[in-house]
């Protein structure tokens, strides 16, 4: 075996025992916009999925961490619990604070989008009537006020904020999931549209979607579309 092979082997075990955990249910929901940013700030990490609740109790248990909800990550001897704090610390340990926001007006405008966001992540995985043939009527019934917001703040921008941040990465992550219930669902928001696309061909973006690390399955169990 040459020494160079070697030496490669040797930092390929360092990167595996290095990654990260990030832990959730076998679905995308509120943890692929964090594996997603994970892949494009260059992180090593591993899924973990909990198929029952009481795998989840159990380990839930043995954290002795105060805030303890999926999904979290575990970085070494270390648990970081809560969406928004794992995308902070993410962002802190790659040394990328730009995508939280480069000044204080885009921190507080990002804060703003992000806020419609949530409603449009709370609106959609609550939905129970809704059919993936009936996704238009519902995107413009029930989701259009959120996505009329965020075309008027997108303007003629790449990105939400202008530059790329955490943001971008939890709408673009929902508007993909629309897009896999029905190619159809953002054809009244072609500026959405354009965003999703520009999105996804990024080079890291492309890469994970392709591997065995994305979750198949959309949304929860209830959620109208069964995905």
């Keep these: 075996v040459s020494t160079q092979s ?12 290095d990654a990260l955990i990030i832990a959730y249910w076998p679905l995308r929901n509120r943890a692929e916009q964090l594996k997603l940013l994970a892949e494009y700030l260059h992180i090593p990490f591993q899924n973990k ?16 961490h105060p805030y303890p909800n999926l999904p979290y990550v575990k970085d070494g001897d270390k648990y970081i619990c809560e969406t928004d704090a794992i995308a902070y610390y993410l962002c802190y340990k790659a040394n990328r604070t730009d995508l939280l926001g480069r000044t204080p007006e885009q921190i507080v405008e990002m804060r703003m989008a992000k806020g419609v966001v949530d409603d449009l992540f709370e609106t959609i995985i609550g939905e129970k009537q809704a059919k993936a043939e009936d996704i238009s009527e519902f995107v413009s019934q029930k989701l259009g006020s959120h996505l009329d917001k965020l075309v008027k703040g997108l303007k003629d921008r790449n990105w939400v904020c202008g530059d790329i941040t955490v943001v971008d990465f939890k709408l673009c992550d929902l508007l993909k999931g629309l897009l896999t219930v029905n190619p159809t669902a953002l054809e009244m928001y072609p500026t959405l549209q354009a965003l999703s696309e520009r999105f996804e061909a990024l080079p890291a973006v492309a890469a994970f979607r392709a591997s065995d690390k994305a979750s198949k399955k959309i949304y929860p169990p209830g959620t109208s579309f069964k995905i």
């Design 6 to 17: 070697t030496w490669g082997q040797l930092c390929l075990l360092k990167m595996e025992s």
């Design 49 to 64: 999925h909990y198929t029952s609740y009481e795998e989840w109790l159990r380990d839930k248990e043995s954290m002795k």
